[in-house]
């Protein structure tokens, strides 16, 4: 992100993605049906349920948006923050136009599966050849 560089902010802050292998065998369940079906049951389901009926629609979609990214910028960085800040509307749109909370897990489990194993695994060559040796 162009922006990111200009301002010196970190695109994306990981770790190195060859990891020991306990966490290698946890990371992927974890990733791809665990941390969707609880994001978006918390950030979705629990927090603007009830308080579309207290305070209007608008702002509860902003306020679960951003406590969405938030909740991704410690382990992810800032430009993980931005990026989700984008992403977010679309699955909260789904929340409020579907009356229900599967069409945003499905949206969610779908962006992990890209995000974590088709995208890592299309650029996987590039990761190892790119990768300085030891």
Same mark, same amino acid.
């Given at each position: 992100m162009k922006i990111l560089e200009i301002l010196g902010i970190p695109e994306w802050k990981t770790d190195d993605p060859f990891i020991d292998l306990p966490t290698a065998l946890i990371s992927p369940p974890f990733a791809l049906l665990i941390a969707? /079906?609880?994001?978006?049951?918390?950030?979705?389901? =629990?927090? *603007?349920? +009830?308080?579309?009926e207290k305070v209007k629609l608008w702002p509860t979609?902003? !306020?679960? /948006?951003?406590?969405?990214? %938030? @909740?991704h910028l410690f382990p992810f960085g800032v430009g993980a923050f931005i990026h989700i800040l984008f992403w977010a509307p679309f699955p909260t749109v789904l929340f409020i136009w579907k009356k229900s =909370?599967? +069409?945003? /897990? *499905?949206? @969610? /489990?779908? $962006? $992990? =599966?890209?995000?974590?194993? *088709? *995208? +890592? %695994? =299309?650029? !996987?060559?590039? %990761?190892i050849l790119s990768r300085p040796a030891s």
């Open positions: 969707p /079906i609880t994001e978006e049951t918390l950030f979705r389901g =629990i927090l *603007i349920t +009830p308080l579309k979609c902003v !306020l679960s /948006i951003f406590f969405f990214a %938030l @909740h =909370i599967y +069409p945003s /897990i *499905i949206m @969610h /489990i779908t $962006n $992990n =599966i890209f995000g974590y194993l *088709i *995208i +890592p %695994l =299309i650029f !996987l060559d590039f %990761l």
